[in-house]
């Protein structure tokens, strides 16, 4: 068996909670909202690990006295080196999941549980909170991106998956622990999904949570998002294209990619996977 295998059968057999997950937070320049975001995590979690991103701010100071696992990069590497940072040190504590999320305050800590349970419910699953309540807030440029990277993201899968840009997401150790992932910054995320599928043999559930953006009548106020939706797409859609081809048989994969509709997991019945577009 491989080692994805035997982690797969490991994560089938672990009921997930508060003492075997930990919360993964890459931050770069949080100063504004990253202690109540570390706070929020350590009452779902007793591990949280924080990743400075090299921040030129004092985001490390915000949450110094805090009881978690603070990593510091010298210099800005990008989320996708804070990730592999983050679950190397969750590998190295023996934990049976991980959950990110961003530093901004954009992912409600309060999702965490609801997550944590619908992973137990679709063990070795890849759990992602997908941003699909109070969506009418979203900017539409972004909407429009999202669902553009949700049908190639899809096509590399071999199934699709309902808001494959949230950053708020489960990882078994199955998933956590591959080797070699290809990728950087938001691409190394993307990727993290295909891998899941094609090498962990792991399935995408999306668990709605609410959309959480900067507008004029929001109570919440969130720095400038780091993504850049048309520079970080275009990264994103060509290294997808990429995948795809060297899976060979394109337009088979595509076929069995739109056959094969998103799984929700929502116990409130708003949303139900036969009814998503």
Request: hydrophobic fraction near 40%; include cysteine; charged fraction near 25%.
């Amino acid at each position: 068996m491989t080692d994805a295998g035997t982690a797969a059968v490991a994560a089938t057999a672990v009921t997930l909670d508060r003492h075997n997950v930990a919360v993964v937070i890459p931050a770069l320049n949080e100063a504004l909202r990253i202690r109540e975001v570390v706070e929020g995590a350590l009452r779902a979690c007793d591990r949280v690990i924080v990743i400075d991103d090299g921040s030129d701010d004092d985001t490390g100071a915000k949450i110094a006295d805090l009881p978690i696992t603070l990593l510091r990069h010298p210099q800005r590497m990008g989320k996708g080196a804070s990730l592999r940072d983050g679950f190397r040190e969750a590998e190295r504590l023996g934990m049976a999941a991980v959950t990110t999320m961003d530093g901004d305050g954009q992912h409600s800590a309060d999702d965490i549980p609801r997550l944590i349970a619908a992973a137990n419910r679709h063990p070795g699953c890849v759990i992602i909170g997908a941003r699909l309540r109070k969506r009418a807030s979203q900017p539409i440029y972004r909407r429009i991106g999202n669902d553009f990277g949700d049908w190639g993201i899809a096509w590399g899968c071999g199934f699709r998956v309902r808001d494959t840009q949230s950053g708020q997401r489960l990882y078994p150790a199955s998933v956590f622990t591959l080797r070699d992932v290809a990728g950087e910054g938001f691409v190394f995320e993307a990727q993290l999904l295909i891998s899941a599928a094609r090498q962990a043999g792991a399935r995408v559930v999306g668990v709605p949570i609410e959309t959480r953006y900067q507008c004029a009548d929001a109570p919440q106020t969130f720095r400038k998002s780091h993504f850049r939706l048309f520079r970080d797409l275009y990264a994103i859609t060509s290294h997808v294209v990429v995948q795809v081809v060297k899976q060979g048989r394109v337009i088979r994969e595509y076929r069995r990619a739109r056959a094969n509709p998103p799984v929700i997991d929502d116990t409130s019945g708003e949303f139900s996977s036969r009814t998503q577009p």
